[in-house]
């Protein structure tokens, strides 16, 4: 039926879509959703607290006995540096002034801990059928307990080499991100954004690279974009932005209304909010601030002085220091319930392949063979 099946297969799932991991912004409902309608449901747990995650995963499994996949960031917590964010908060001093703010108020920032010991137990307790990772990938001890629980370990990779590199440590399936993608990039042998590539172009160079399944990944919202990353040699598609419009994401309703008005040209990627680069709207910090700032301190430190900033924006109901994350296709939205946006999207992408099929009529057949002849070395 699908033109590539290895990965609905690796993951014993109907349909080759993977509902993208989105920390903050989807939980237990939108995963159960996806998951019952054969897609494959993705928890982040980069800003759960253990026991969040717990509970979560306890709704999960009493809810569904489909596959479901847990995410989990793994970057290295950065020492504390004062003197880079003194800088940063100097350069956010003007806000905290016009915003009536104390220069040193602090707000307790999210999580966004790295995969450790306990979230790990958390993996062997509920054994999640895939787990997966962004920026790279946990040290050796913590990926073997993970391998013991018997779950297929994915990761995100922006490059040829991020994709090598992710086989060799035996990830069993590779999430292929380009850069029009949603939230923070996966990136971890690099920290150039400027050189990232796009979809169009990552898909085949790493389907060409690896012998595992390759997950597209950025960019991708209707069934036009499915077919395109099969064309492109993908397994399956990981869809982020797109599942932001669904009654099930929790975000706020100024999120929501900038993700219904957004255009093609209002994302960028963005360090401002968190010290690592991630496409969002444009909104007021990112236009003033950077997009791109030197001055941040290392992901996640750069947070922490934001984060009063927006609490009491958010407070007035603006969204002008709120990560507002999305990708470059925000503007292909429809607003639908989880389940029947995996059913319709599946449902629409085997209709255009079905249409695509019909057009292989036996005379463009033989146009593609004699095509195909052309430039053949001539043998000996
Ligand atoms: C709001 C939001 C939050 C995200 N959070 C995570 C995350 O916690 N873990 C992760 O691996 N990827 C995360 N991503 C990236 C997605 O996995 C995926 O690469 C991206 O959404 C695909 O691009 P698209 O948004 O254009 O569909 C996030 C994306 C968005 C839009």
Known sequence: MWPNARLINLFDIE????????AGSAFSDIVVAVSEAGGLGSLACALLSVEQARGELETIRRKTSRPINVNFFCHQQPPSDPAREMNWRRRLEAYYVQMG?????????SNRAPFDDEMCDLVVEFHPEVVSFHFGLPDRNLLARV???GAKIISSATSVDEARWLEDQGCDAIVAQGYEAGGHRGMFLTQNVFTQVGTMALVPEVVDTVKVPVIAAGG?????GIVAAFALGAAAVQIGTAYLHCPEAQISP???QALKEAKDDETAVTNVFTGRPARGLVNRLMREV???SDLVPEFPLAAAAVAPLRAKSERVGSADFTPLWAGQAARLNRTL???ELTKQLAAEALEKLRFLQTMASPEVLAQAAALATVGRPVSR
């Open 15 to 22: 349909l080759p879509i993977i509902q993208a991991p989105m």
């Open 101 to 109: 703010l104390d220069h040193n108020a602090t707000v307790l920032s």
């Open 147 to 149: 391998r013991r629980t």
């Open 220 to 224: 991708i919202a209707d069934a036009r």
């Open 254 to 256: 100024i999120y929501r």
């Open 290 to 292: 950077g997009p791109m």
């Open 337 to 339: 319930p989880a389940a």
